[in-house]
């Protein structure tokens, strides 16, 4: 098994544990005890984090990614590493002054005047903080080709310590507070240890000299801090908007809703890890047919999994509703259905983003990203007071749509590369077939019974098309080798 499709699956199995245990804590823990305003008031608070994080990273992160590949010798390779070190520091000497001055000005701004967030200040710049410098050092293992320890820290700790404090809190061990203050505590704790396994795989040796290609090193990390930033704009700005225009419940029900769609993108988000520094190093070399090679592999191997998580997810939406049986949660079925949607054609293009970013190319990205910002705020100021988090649902659409577009066009037009071929139209074909025909099987059975069997039937019928038609020899391997495993 290559090194991309092993630690894929590690990455995936890691991802698919920390979906797990983020969906016990958003569609039981948090609706049963603390309630959907409180939930509402978590999510607001740590999206407002995340868009103060790129404002301290600066997009160093990806610097290291890029860079790291074409410096010459280790001493620039040393070099480069302190640097995405220390710049965050000097960020944070002159941002968090400036935070703390025009502290009532950025918090009315961040929450709307809401009196639930604008109570805890420190919550928002504390983990924007610690989120910053963990990305940094997430970056430094993955351009060692170590993303495994890593990726268990970005997805499965958060999750699983948010779900040790909802425990303390539905035992009535904690309060509101301490809930806030171990929350804070629990990221540094996340903070430390990546940093100790970050030097056990690599210390550098320390460099009083920048990087030769510094200037181009900062240029680089502005557009990017700027691309960043207008992403995370994009990610958290409905979620502040349903908060501000409507009710703290309907952030909870957004909320559950968005991270049930977001299961559709987990194997992007896990070959992700990988695939960036090998983009990298493929873009440093000038190597367009490897490039071609890790975009249309990326691209079809994507769109088999994740398109049969998107028929998993969306044909037992309604089962899994009634087995949550919440109240005003099952109104959010629509957002399901199309934000997996747009998740799904997002990770249909592969690795196509990690090329955009890593070439010379990366300024489109900030041109793109500032154009769908705009674009997202419009589009949910009119559609969320019309039609609610529908409404909000159907703006993340049109914008993923329309920077996805710009994106394949621009890969098209530079590179004379794109990431579909006949099979992706196979695949998509075998999905609206199958959708159309288990849509209509109702439902007869107790939902705990008709999730399992319609899965059964999924899976038996996408398999069929699936090794027919020969889509991947990648997930062909992998099925082989977890079988001679297993057996």
């Known amino acids: 098994m290559g090194i991309i499709a092993k630690q894929s699956l590690y990455n995936m199995i890691s991802i698919g544990v920390a979906f797990l245990i983020g969906a016990l804590n958003m569609l039981f823990l948090y609706p049963t005890y603390p309630g959907k305003e409180f939930q509402g008031l978590v999510v607001a608070l740590l999206a407002n984090s995340n868009l103060i994080q790129p404002f301290i990273s600066f997009g160093v992160q990806h610097t290291l990614i890029k860079f790291f590949s074409s410096s010459k010798d280790k001493e620039e390779q040393d070099r480069l590493l302190w640097f995405v070190l220390l710049f965050p520091l000097l960020i944070l000497i002159i941002l968090i002054p400036l935070y703390f001055y025009f502290n009532f000005e950025i918090l009315n701004f961040l929450s709307n005047d809401n009196e639930g967030v604008a109570r805890f200040p420190f919550l928002i710049i504390a983990i924007a903080v610690s989120t910053a410098y963990f990305e940094v050092f997430y970056s430094w293992l993955r351009v060692n080709l170590k993303s495994v320890f890593g990726n268990f820290l970005k997805e499965v700790y958060p999750r699983f310590l948010t779900f040790t404090l ?11 507070n301490t809930f806030i203050n171990y929350l804070i505590g629990g990221y540094y704790l996340r903070l430390l240890i990546i940093m100790g396994y970050s030097f056990s795989v690599y210390i550098p040796k320390f460099q009083w000299k920048l990087p030769s290609s510094w200037r181009e090193m900062l240029r680089y990390s502005g557009l990017i801090f700027l691309s960043g930033a207008a992403a995370s704009f994009i990610l958290d700005i409905d979620k502040s908007m349903i908060f501000s225009l409507t009710t703290d419940a309907n952030v909870a029900f957004y909320a559950v809703a968005l991270y049930i769609a977001a299961v559709v993108e987990a194997p992007g988000r896990a070959m992700f890890q990988i695939t960036s520094p090998l ?87 900030f041109w793109f990203s500032i154009s769908s910002a705009i674009m997202a705020v419009i589009l949910n100021y009119i559609f969320i007071q019309s039609h609610g988090i529908i409404g909000a649902a159907f703006a993340t659409v049109l914008v993923i749509l329309f920077i996805n577009l710009c994106k394949i066009l621009l890969i098209q037009f530079l590179f004379k590369i794109h990431p579909y071929s006949t099979k992706t139209l196979g695949v998509v074909l075998s999905m609206g077939l199958i959708y159309a025909v288990i849509d209509q099987i109702p439902t007869v059975v107790n939902p705990w019974l008709s999730i399992p069997l319609r899965s059964v039937l999924i899976l038996g019928l996408f398999s069929i098309p699936l090794f027919t038609f020969r889509w991947s020899s990648d997930i062909e391997s992998l099925i082989q080798d977890f079988r001679k495993r297993l057996f």
Request: charged share 15%; glycine share 6%; aromatic share 12%.
């Open 279 to 365: 983009v990298a190093q493929a873009l440093n070399a000038n190597d367009v047919e490897r490039l071609e090679r890790l975009l249309k592999k990326s691209s079809i191997n994507l769109m088999i999994v994740s398109g049969f998580l998107f028929l998993l997810i969306n044909l037992n939406l309604k089962d899994f509703y009634q087995i949550i049986n919440q109240e005003g949660y099952a109104s959010a079925i629509g957002v399901v259905i199309l934000v997996s949607l747009g998740k799904l054609f997002s990770v249909s293009m592969g690795c196509l983003n990690n090329i955009i970013s890593n070439s010379k190319y990366y300024s489109y990205v």
């Open 166 to 176: 909802l425990i303390c809190f539905a035992f009535q061990w904690i309060d509101l």
